[in-house]
């Protein structure tokens, strides 16, 4: 039995993945959302209750930690996380299970460079030493843990992302598409599909326990070639692209707490901000799915979405 945290992107393809391949699933929200399976069992279930939740993951095998804070800022994430992610350890440890955590390339501190599963991840300051600290946290606990770090996620249900609603919508719609920092930089995007392979894949391997890993990712590519790959797939022209330059942000940032979070991780989008899956594609036996694939699936779902089917 495995035990997923959270329905958002992640975990709902997480535990759709697990229960197509046969395994039942515990999937804990406080909503009771996620995927209409016969092996998906959805709880009401608060993931920061230690009580309840050392109750359910009894008799797991491997939990999918998959919430994040409450709001994309700092002081969210430090009042947060490091508490959900110490919960959900002490739990798996007394059930012997493994925790998958998702994890972002924040607290890699050469991001100049290209960026390998033996690259520091020493940052500090800021949501990036909150992920710094994260993984230090991991390392310490007696639980067993592997993190899969991703990099930006484009594809089904991803919503809040630079490759998310505010490029996808404005696209299909034939409007002018407005990423940040700059549209010819390459950039590293992660299918949400092979992120969840990669860590399902992760936690059937005792031997991948206790490292980091990077989720199967394709080519580096710039925000513009991003755009123009969905616009093929959904049929419409190339759209128009623009960026806000970053020092519009940094400006904002001034008098604006989400400008001045958003501001933090400039960095990635004024320079090239590239990660390189190679090595763990090869323990994980998985390839990146080709982004035409990739961006077809995206722009159906987003269809879907816009249109869902009548009962």
Known sequence: ????????????TV??????????????????????HPLVDRMR??????????????????????????????????????????????????????????????????PDKLMTEAGPRTAAGGKRGIRTALLTARQAHAANTVSVVAGDFFGPRVKMAHAGERMVTPLMAGKTVQFIGSINQPHSFTYVP?????????AQRPE???TALHAPTGMAITQRDMAAAHAEAAGVTAPKV????????RV????????????????????????????????????????????????????????????
């Open 1 to 12: 039995m495995n035990v997923v945290t959270g329905a958002g992107p992640v975990g709902y």
């Open 15 to 36: 535990a759709e993945q697990l229960a197509d391949q046969g395994h039942q699933v515990r999937l804990l929200t406080r909503s009771g959302s996620g995927p209409d």
């Open 45 to 110: 279930v608060d993931a920061s209750d230690p009580v309840r939740l050392t109750e359910v993951v009894a008799g797991a095998t491997a939990v999918f930690h998959c919430i994040h804070g409450s709001a994309y800022r700092a002081s969210a994430w430090a009042a947060e996380l490091p508490r959900a992610e110490q919960v959900v350890m002490d739990a798996a440890a007394a059930a012997g299970a493994v925790v998958v955590f998702p994890e972002s390339l924040y607290s890699y501190s050469e």
């Open 194 to 202: 092979d992120l969840a392979a990669a860590m399902i894949a992760a």
């Open 208 to 210: 991948l326990w206790n």
């Open 242 to 249: 623009s960026a806000v330059p970053g020092w519009v942000l």
């Open 252 to 311: 904002a940032g001034v008098f604006s707490t989400d400008m001045r979070e958003l501001a933090e991780l400039l960095y990635q989008f004024e320079h090239p901000f590239v990660m390189d899956s190679s090595a763990s594609q090869k323990l994980l036996g998985l390839e990146p799915t080709p982004l035409p694939e990739a961006a077809l699936a995206t722009v159906s779902w987003w269809r879907g979405a816009a249109h869902p089917a009548k009962a």
